[in-house]
């Protein structure tokens, strides 16, 4: 079973802590995306990738950062947590052709920030 | 600019009663549209999709949706709702332009909640 693989299910950081959220996939994906999700506003973008080293800006990059050194694993870096970064991430992939398969999801890492 | 709409925030049914989400969208050209269903603290899950042909989808669980091209409209349904149902559920059009082209964009999601 194909799977995005996110490291941590709940994380408490400490306001101004530098915090990374990991996320692997096994498929192979050229794409992968970082979403934050929280009640009323649905999922925002925050960055996305196309290939390794690639990164683009989502729709709310502020205050966060990326990495993709290898295909398979994209991580998120909060350079100093801020309590408005408490929430639910989302990492998703998928194929070049993601318009015809959709997106895949990991579990979701919930990060409060106190 | 390519948006998705949701109009319900929160919906609740009776278990076993038939079940209808709404969904529109926002796009010129024929759209790749798609379900996803969060269980409470979980990931997303794909319940089905539509880029071409029939405009009847069948998906998974026993969803279905249908693409109405002349209302903008990609509703899902689901005769008869299970009390294990109770999700968030997002509906998705895929950007073929702009700076998003290739990405999804989602709405802001259905919540439903199922009443014994």
């Known amino acids: 079973d194909v799977k995005v693989t996110q490291s941590s299910r709940y994380l408490v950081k400490r306001t101004g802590e530098k915090v990374f959220l990991e996320c692997v996939q096994d498929?192979?994906?050229?794409?992968m995306f970082w979403y934050r999700q929280d009640p009323g506003l649905g999922l925002r973008l925050i960055y996305f990738?196309?290939?390794?080293?690639?990164?683009e800006k989502g729709d709310i990059p502020e205050g966060y950062s990326v990495s993709r050194e290898k295909k398979e694993r994209f991580s998120l870096i909060l350079e100093s947590a801020s309590t408005n970064q408490t929430s639910m991430y989302l990492c998703a992939s998928s194929s070049p052709s993601g318009l015809n398969y959709g997106y895949t999801f990991g579990s979701g890492t919930r990060l409060t920030v106190v | 600019a390519q948006s998705v709409t949701q109009p319900d925030i929160h919906i609740t049914v009776s278990e076993g009663a038939s079940l209808e989400l709404r969904c529109n969208y926002s796009?010129?050209?024929?759209?790749?549209l798609f379900w996803y269903v969060q269980s409470p603290g979980q990931g997303l899950q794909l319940l089905l999709k539509?880029?071409?042909?029939?405009?009847l989808v069948q998906g998974i669980k026993g969803f279905e949706a249908e693409f109405k091209r002349s209302q903008s409209s990609f509703n899902l349904r689901k005769p008869s709702v299970h009390w294990s149902d109770a999700a968030e559920y997002f509906c998705a059009v895929g950007a073929l332009y702009g700076g998003s082209q290739g990405n999804l964009i989602f709405g802001k999601g259905t919540k439903l909640s199922v009443k014994p």
């Open positions: 990738s196309y290939d390794v080293k690639m990164k």
């Open positions: 539509y880029f071409s042909g029939d405009t």
């Open positions: 498929m192979d994906h050229e794409n």
């Open positions: 796009y010129g050209a024929t759209p790749y």
